[in-house]
């Protein structure tokens, strides 16, 4: 099911991520990038799965470079998982699905 991830911007990252009451993944993402294209089915289901329990968001890095470069995000795709409004684990490259349950499941 599609659509469970939100997409945000530099205004909304506030509100969404930081002040968030539920860990958050952020997908620091951009259309021209083949392995955000790849990871984004594995995000959308994860998204559906993970409901109520942990929020999925994308950020266009292109669009929003303001909260890109406050985290230093030099590759995409860069998940950052985030509890309590900081960051605590990063996830670079389009990692099997595997993987991000592995990383995700102990925050949630």
Same mark, same amino acid.
């Given at each position: =099911? ?10 909304e990252f506030q509100r969404e991520v930081l002040e968030s009451k539920?860990?958050?993944? #952020? ?7 083949? &392995?955000? +294209?790849?990871?984004? &089915? ?8 993970? %409901?109520?329990? =942990?929020?999925?968001?994308?950020? @266009? #890095?292109? @669009?929003? !470079? ?9 590759? =995409? &795709?860069?998940?950052? #998982?985030? %509890? ?5 684990? !990063? ?5 099997? +699905?595997?993987k991000l349950e592995e990383a995700i499941r102990p925050l949630v």
């Amino acid at each position: =099911m599609a659509g469970e991830v939100i997409e945000i911007g530099d205004a909304e990252f506030q509100r969404e991520v930081l002040e968030s009451k539920e860990p958050v993944l #952020v997908d620091f993402t951009a259309t021209w990038c083949p &392995p955000c +294209r790849v990871i984004a &089915p594995v995000l959308d289901t994860l998204a559906s799965e993970y %409901k109520g329990r =942990m929020k999925f968001t994308k950020l @266009n #890095v292109d @669009n929003h !470079q303001r909260t890109t470069e406050e985290y230093g995000i030099r590759a =995409m &795709p860069t998940l950052l #998982v985030f %509890k309590e409004g900081k960051v605590v684990k !990063q996830i670079v490259g389009a990692v099997p +699905r595997a993987k991000l349950e592995e990383a995700i499941r102990p925050l949630v």
